[in-house]
């Protein structure tokens, strides 16, 4: 069982301290589908432009409402603002490395062709929110080589090796225009308007967890009846907005647990629980343990 959980912030927004720093916003993540929270990272989208590659297993990769049986070889790109998710498949493992690097690494100055076309065109127009490249697809094998070269880059870090790393994020860049985006039809895709209202839905639920959140506080931050909002929280996060929102409660009261040595009673008060009863109840059932259970046998981990 993982003990993972992406550290969300407001609006949904994955927060990733590597962002900030401007002078080279870029990272590489090793991941293991199994080290996160129920063998899954929640549905989330941030800023930065990011590519995974499947180094090993397979797990079931979602962007917006599209979903992928991603395996060993393959790649996806979701651009900045899309809404992806993951999850094991049938419990088996997945290794992969992500790729993850603000838009303006590449760009260079202000209105330089490097903005006003190549990222005016993959990033800002909305044509392509995301790209699935198949290991098998010759098609493909662009981008995923390049994938593969660039985190041998970045693993070794010779001398200068920002320098390779930002050499090949416009390879890549060239392969995702002339391999993909040049390809697209000419009309934008554009999020279609139910991502928009689940993103909705879901900023509400990290934003008011704390509080008595009921469906129809939910439902209305969707602008949707409650029968349509669980319907497309069913559709595109999988679950219902209530088990959502108690999964949730859960993810946030693990670091409590773990780092401040704060009793029972005052996590589960701190996450929105009415009580410590419930919370236990609820703990036990999505862990398989008690909290305290739980505490013992982690406390020692470093969550980071």
């Not at 790209?131 to 070794?156: C, G, P, Q, V």
């Not at 999964?247 to 647990?257: A, D, H, T």
Request: proline share 3%.
């Amino acid at each position: 069982m993982g003990i993972k959980t992406l550290n969300i912030g407001k609006n949904q927004l994955e927060n990733r301290d590597y962002s900030k720093n401007y002078s080279f916003p870029f990272r590489i993540g090793y991941e293991d589908i199994s080290n996160y929270l129920g063998s899954t990272f929640k549905c989330h989208w941030h800023p930065e432009l990011e590519f995974t590659y499947i180094l090993s297993g397979s797990m079931i990769y979602q962007a917006n409402n599209n979903q992928y049986l991603v395996k060993e070889g393959d790649g996806m790109f979701v651009n900045q603002n899309c809404l992806h998710s993951g999850t094991s498949c049938g419990n088996l493992n997945c290794e992969y490395f992500a790729i993850t690097f603000l838009p303006i690494l590449i760009s260079g100055h202000k209105n330089s062709i490097f903005e006003s076309k190549y990222i005016t065109e993959l990033v800002i127009s909305e044509r392509m929110l995301f790209a699935y490249f198949n290991a098998s697809d010759n098609k493909s094998k662009h981008i995923n080589s390049t994938l593969f070269e660039l985190e041998k880059i970045h693993r070794k870090k010779v001398d200068g090796y920002e320098l390779l790393v930002e050499s090949k994020l416009f390879e890549l860049l060239f392969y995702l225009y002339q391999d993909v985006y040049c390809k697209l039809p000419n009309k934008p895709l554009k999020q279609n308007k139910n991502i928009i209202q689940i993103k909705s839905g879901l900023d509400y639920i990290h934003t008011h967890y704390k509080g008595n959140i009921s469906l129809e506080d939910i439902s209305s931050s969707c602008n949707l009846s409650k029968s349509s909002c669980c319907r497309l929280f069913q559709k595109i996060v999988h679950e219902t907005p209530f088990n959502y929102l108690l999964n949730y409660r859960i993810e946030k009261s693990i670091p409590y647990l773990l780092n401040n040595g704060m009793n029972i009673t005052e996590v589960a008060a701190l996450v929105g629980f009415s009580s410590s009863s419930y919370f236990t109840e609820i703990f036990h059932r999505l862990l398989g343990m008690t909290p305290s259970e739980y505490k013992k046998k982690y406390s020692s981990l470093n969550l980071h």
